[in-house]
């Protein structure tokens, strides 16, 4: 069975920065595309950042700039580095992996930028 495990959410100020980690089992990412999205309260979910199985990224307009998606193959472990964090960045940041049908989500870890 495949599972994401997420971790680096917490609190941060305004022009902060974290890193966020999504460890996988079950799967591949070498051999997938993995993404990242973001839902605010009273907000949908939005795309965030894609990394391919060849290594493209890809990124919203919102985090362009700001965010960096990475990926560690020995680990099996894709990354989110977020710097000059804005209160707007805040929501539950989520993973995923694998294409339709099949496509697999993280739990979800809580980013707070606030003063």
């Known amino acids: 069975q495949v599972q994401l495990v997420e971790s680096g959410g917490g609190l941060v100020q305004p022009g902060g920065s974290l890193r966020l980690s999504c460890a996988a089992s079950?799967?591949?990412?070498?051999?997938?595309?993995e993404g990242w999205y973001r839902q605010a309260p009273g907000k949908q979910r939005e795309w965030v950042a894609t990394?391919?199985?060849?290594?493209?990224?890809k990124y919203a307009d919102s985090v362009r700039g700001r965010f960096t998606i990475s990926r560690d193959n020995f680990k099996n472990t894709v990354y989110l580095e977020m710097n000059s964090l804005k209160p707007e960045d805040t929501a539950v940041y989520f993973c995923n992996v694998g294409s339709v049908p099949n496509i697999y989500w993280g739990q979800g870890t809580q980013v707070t930028v606030s003063s």
């Open positions: 990394i391919t199985s060849d290594g493209t990224k």
């Open positions: 079950g799967i591949i990412f070498a051999l997938n595309s």
